[in-house]
């Protein structure tokens, strides 16, 4: 699937430029950055769904300590 990507002003030349430094390209790059920002979101997710479960089991524990 095709995708347009509007890049603020440096944008473009700061991924050019890390792009060759890693002997990639810009598209692989992006790639990249968007698996990265899916796979951190997903665990933070992952442990504020559990924090919330965990705070409901304990929550008359903790009162309790209160």
């Known amino acids: 699937?095709?995708?347009?990507?509007?890049r603020r002003?440096?944008?473009?030349?700061?991924?050019?430029q890390?792009?060759?430094q890693e002997g990639t390209s810009?598209?692989?790059l992006l790639l990249r950055a968007v698996d990265d920002y899916l796979a951190r979101t997903?665990?933070?997710?992952?442990v504020r769904r559990t924090a919330k479960e965990q705070?409901?089991?304990w929550s008359e524990l903790m009162e309790r300590l209160k």
């Open 42 to 46: 997903a665990r933070q997710a992952v």
């Open 1 to 6: 699937m095709a995708t347009n990507l509007r």
């Open 55 to 57: 705070a409901a089991e």
């Open 18 to 20: 890390r792009a060759e």
């Open 9 to 16: 002003d440096g944008q473009t030349e700061a991924l050019k």
């Open 26 to 28: 810009m598209h692989a």
